[in-house]
């Protein structure tokens, strides 16, 4: 991953000193909130509903074991002792109080973190494979462009201030686990017929008021063109973006409205009077920053461990937690292990300061020292000897963080809501628990298969349910809080936004009501194929029959 250079550390050490001057003056009431708002905002300084929150960047999702430490250091001594892991890569701590932001955010900054740009409309936290790396189908490890993006997007004085917030993701991978379409842009890399490596370039996916799925406006990019190109499309939105209607602000509803084709016209004419100027990558540049992502030196391992096949036969637990939550790694004798921050009746992506300390010793032990987020809000340890998975799994159940349920029904992606955000309109948190506990059979999530639950408390879609096989929307009827269900979304390579089933449905019924969804579809799915699948071949109607039924 990559370390700080002497810049760097001035940079942050200055930014931190900065604001701290400017929360001693918002305290003693020289700033009022109106003149401090957009001063915190670009710090990731929010104020919910009961309290501050702060946000921190986790560029890519990589994480080395000493910042893991000083994310549990910050639950512990300014929080309420856990942290939130987003969606987008990010940590969030919703109890912070604003007299000790300045020196929790020093203690950040000496483990190289911060929340600069995770807020305001800007280019926020650039996200990515959780398994980049180390995924057998990656082409190229896109953490290395990410890093490129990262630099040249900080403090970007022409992008600092764009029409509304501004996402890219990028994959190395043929599969996508990036959500890379529902991004304002997302960066595929993979082979022309050529086989040079470049990116499929697309644009104005979101989420939100309006969801889109992004449209490719060019097939190949070479790489050493990547930084213009991307200044290029970041100048047509800044031009023409509006500025008029925070609900009409985003890239998306400018691609909508003008077309891809024009989209494409537009940019193109802005990057060919750059292209070959000082944003072309040099080769050495690109280099430079691959060294900070090279793997570490794997010693060779046994590909098939007797310890590891004779768990498996002792232990149902274990082999169910190897069949969900462990994949294939591109070094043989080695794994990918997922971490579920989803244990039965817990709130999805929250963590202990306590179980941070203790991943932070095991990803030393058995990682490299590495931890990956997932923006399905879970964890990865990306360099497991298979040898030890039967130590890390014993290790990590000690922790209650050995639950076997990625991908299947209680690995339920959930925003804070209600019960945090003061833009939700309905809870989130609740929903997510009650139906993990009414879905939480291990067997029977196994034997469902992948099936995708995301709860959003608010149309701003935080909690992804335009792209869940099922989505939740929390909406507010005269005070009462209802759930829209929409069903047939994906963010991955066959990406769809949901449809919307039928009339909203109370909180009180809603849990029984997505049971019933779920037990339609077993009723209905051929050769064990996916809920989504399902859904695909045979429509709604059967279901709205049950969502008629269950209100």
């Known amino acids: 991953m990559y370390r700080y250079d002497e810049f760097d550390h001035d940079f942050l050490a200055e930014r931190v000193a900065q604001f701290g001057d400017q929360v001693a003056r918002r305290l003693s009431g020289e700033l009022t909130e109106e003149e401090f708002r957009p001063l915190r905002l670009m710090n990731g300084l929010y104020l919910q509903l009961h309290a501050y929150m702060l946000r921190i960047a986790i560029p890519y999702g990589t994480l080395s074991a000493t910042q893991l430490r000083a994310l549990a250091h910050v639950a512990r001594r300014y929080d309420n ?45 650039v996200t990515a494979d959780q398994w980049a790396g180390v995924a057998p189908d990656e082409i190229e490890d896109p953490r290395v462009w990410c890093e490129i993006i990262r630099q040249w997007s900080t403090l970007h004085p022409e992008f600092s201030f764009l029409p509304r917030k501004f996402k890219i993701a990028v994959t190395g991978s043929p599969h996508d686990r990036a959500a890379v379409r529902v991004h304002d842009i997302g960066l595929r890399l993979h082979r022309n017929e050529a086989g040079e490596i470049g990116f499929e370039v697309m644009v104005g996916g979101g989420l939100g008021r309006t969801p889109y799925i992004a449209k490719t406006i060019r097939e190949f990019l070479p790489k050493q063109d990547l930084l213009s190109y991307l ?3 970041l100048r047509v939105y800044n031009q ?75 232990d149902p637990d274990f082999a169910r937690w190897l069949r969900s939550n462990v994949a294939p790694h591109r070094v043989p004798g080695y794994a990918i292990v997922s971490i579920s921050l989803k244990p039965e009746g817990a709130p999805p992506g929250d963590c202990t300061a306590g179980q941070m300390d203790a991943l932070a010793d095991l990803s030393e032990r058995y990682s490299f020292g590495e931890t990956r987020v997932t923006h399905e809000q879970n964890l990865v340890f990306p360099h497991v000897a298979q040898e030890h998975l039967p130590e890390l799994w014993r290790a990590l159940d000690a922790l209650e963080l050995a639950t076997p349920n990625i991908g299947l029904a209680s690995d339920i992606i959930a925003c804070p809501g209600l019960d945090y955000c003061s833009l939700a309109n ?47 929307l929390g909406v507010d009827k005269n005070g009462e809080e209802f759930y829209q269900i929409t069903l047939g979304g994906s963010a991955a390579d066959d990406a769809s936004l949901g449809a919307i089933l039928g009339p909203a449905v109370a909180y009180d019924k809603v849990v029984d009501t997505v049971a019933s969804l779920v037990e339609g579809y077993v009723g209905l799915r051929e050769n064990g194929e996916r809920f989504l699948d399902t859904y695909r071949r045979v429509g709604a109607a059967p279901f709205k029959e049950r969502l008629n039924a269950a209100r």
């Open 81 to 125: 002792g856990y942290g939130h892991f987003t969606t987008r890569q990010n940590m969030q701590f919703n109890w912070i109080k604003l007299e000790e932001v300045p020196q929790a955010m020093a203690d950040l900054a000496a483990a190289e973190m911060h929340g600069i740009q995770t807020s305001g409309n800007c280019i926020r936290n």
């Open 240 to 314: 023409l973006g509006r500025r008029d209607n925070i609900y009409k602000a985003r890239i998306k509803i400018l691609v909508h409205a003008l077309g891809a084709e024009k989209i494409a016209e537009l940019v193109e004419a802005e990057w060919q009077q750059m292209r070959d100027g000082a944003l072309k990558l040099p080769q050495a540049t690109i280099d430079a920053i691959s060294t900070h992502f090279a793997p570490p030196d794997y010693p060779t391992r046994d590909p098939m461990p007797p310890q590891l096949m004779a768990a498996r036969l002792r």
């Open 426 to 472: 309905a809870r989130s948190i609740p929903v997510a628990q009650h139906l993990g506990q009414r879905l939480g059979a291990l067997d029977r999530q196994h034997d469902l298969g992948n099936l995708q639950v995301k709860i959003s408390g608010c149309i701003n879609a935080c909690g992804h349910h335009h792209v869940g096989h099922i989505g939740l």
């Open 231 to 233: 200044e290029a499309i």
